[in-house]
């Protein structure tokens, strides 16, 4: 093709737009859409500016944890500076740590990139890792504490999760009642055609859930109690497990105890068990409440290998996707009669999930689908530019542009450039 454009080009306009996304300190995803500090956004970030600014990588996990809560918990989204284009923000969440924040979480990778930060540079990241290290800590004894279900890791609200709209918190939403949700302006829907965003009737659901958690005063025995939302999560149960992992690397080359993680992945290990859906022959949502499964094979199903759990019975899946999806690997099955190839989660290709996916591959020994879905990634993007997300038949981008956690992946991942060998283990960092 003539006017594909070169490694080279492309690598420098993944750094740029890191670069424009900086806020000095933090990573907003994307100017417009998302201008805060989003919490796995701002790891990928990390990892994608570990490949040519290191210190500004442990910058980013240091503002991360500057809106850690006193019970542990570090917030999915972080208000360092007001902006009006956001909605819901600050006073609508009703939050009083250190910094503006929401009330929830959000997938635990810090610790997995941190760790990749941290190897590729261990003298350097060391002063760094002894700060940070009892801060992972406190966060993931939070999870440990309030969000497990037979040992898997529950979502109190879908946003917590990462995956706002999947088809996974579909019965969980059925059954709960907005009523009193109010009036409120949406944001989202002046940035982005509302085709590719969740509808209202998601949104009347995600916006009453902040108002109940308000309620509670952010008190997590007050939410156990009150919350009707409760799904045991593939994305949380799978990141945290391996989470635990690499802390527990990080630990002992820093000297620290690491009894309790080893307590955590024992627990977190048989609570993936409870996420395995026979009927789907796949890794699946679990709502608390009703006990039942979300019957959805999703890009979070996938996360089996990057978590080091049994995957073998999610392989001729893996094989299914990698074979008839041009641009797989679908936050949806597109055999699903839910799937909707534009609509955000219910299944888009997002090139972080692929990454996650492909660490897990690599380390698991399946080489050849980690390069593969590497290489489908690197295509997707090298064609198709830094978006939010995209569909997996056409590539068509969709949502916001000019995305930070895109260009992290494509600098630490996908682009050529990234070291081979970078997947599974520490990663070169240019100086
Ligand atoms: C959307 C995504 C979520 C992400 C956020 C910022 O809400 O679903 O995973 O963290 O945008 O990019």
């Excluded at 040519?52 to 917030?75: H, T, Y």
């Excluded at 085709?195 to 025995?221: C, F």
Aim: contains cysteine; proline residues 6%; aromatic residues 14%.
């Amino acid at each position: 093709m003539t006017n594909m454009k070169s490694t080279f080009e492309l690598d420098e306009e993944a750094r740029r737009i890191l670069i424009a996304n900086d806020r000095g300190g933090y990573t907003v995803p994307t100017d417009g859409l998302y201008p805060y500090q989003w919490n796995w956004d701002s790891a990928f970030a990390a990892f994608g500016f570990a490949s040519f600014d290191i210190d500004r990588a442990w910058l980013e996990f240091e503002w991360l944890f500057k809106g850690q809560w006193s019970n542990g918990m570090v917030p999915h989204i972080l208000f360092h500076q007001v902006d009006p284009g956001y909605f819901p923000g600050p006073e609508i969440w009703g939050c009083g740590g250190q910094v503006p924040s929401s009330g929830i979480s959000q997938p635990p990778v810090a610790a997995s990139f941190m760790r990749k930060v941290f190897e590729s540079d261990p003298v350097a990241g060391r002063r760094h890792l002894e700060v940070l290290f009892p801060r992972l800590m406190a966060w993931h004894g939070w999870f440990m504490d309030w969000r497990l279900d037979r040992g898997a890791v529950c979502v109190t609200h879908p946003w917590e999760a990462g995956r706002d709209n999947a088809l996974d918190w579909d019965a969980a939403m059925a059954a709960m009642d907005p009523a009193g949700v109010g009036e409120y302006t949406r944001r989202d829907t002046s940035h982005v055609d509302a085709s590719m965003r969740p509808t209202k009737y998601d949104y009347d659901r995600y916006i009453w859930l902040v108002q109940n958690g308000r309620r509670a005063n952010w008190d997590e025995a007050e939410m156990l109690k009150t919350n009707p939302f409760r799904v045991a999560d593939p994305t949380l149960t799978f990141t945290l497990l391996r989470a635990n992992r690499d802390l527990k690397a990080m630990g002992r080359a820093i000297g620290a105890d690491t009894a309790r993680i080893d307590e955590w992945i024992g627990t977190l290990e048989e609570g993936a068990k409870t996420l395995w859906n026979p009927q789907i022959g796949a890794y699946d949502a679990r709502d608390v409440h009703s006990g039942a499964f979300a019957g959805s094979l999703s890009n979070a199903s996938f996360l089996c290998w990057f978590a080091g759990v049994d995957g073998e019975a999610m392989h001729p899946h893996l094989t299914r996707m990698l074979r008839d999806v041009p641009f797989a690997i679908p936050s949806l099955d597109p055999e699903n009669p839910a799937f909707d190839s534009r609509r955000y989660w219910r299944g888009p290709t997002w090139a972080i999930m692929n990454a996650l996916i492909g660490f897990g591959l690599e380390d698991a020994g399946l080489t050849e689908e980690a390069d593969l879905l590497r290489q489908k990634t690197a295509a997707l993007i090298a064609e198709h530019g830094f978006a939010e997300y995209f569909d997996p038949f056409d590539g068509t981008p969709a949502g916001g542009g000019s995305f930070t956690w895109t260009a992290a992946v494509w600098l630490g991942w996908a682009s050529a450039s990234a070291a081979p060998g970078v997947a599974g283990t520490g990663r070169r960092v240019a100086n």
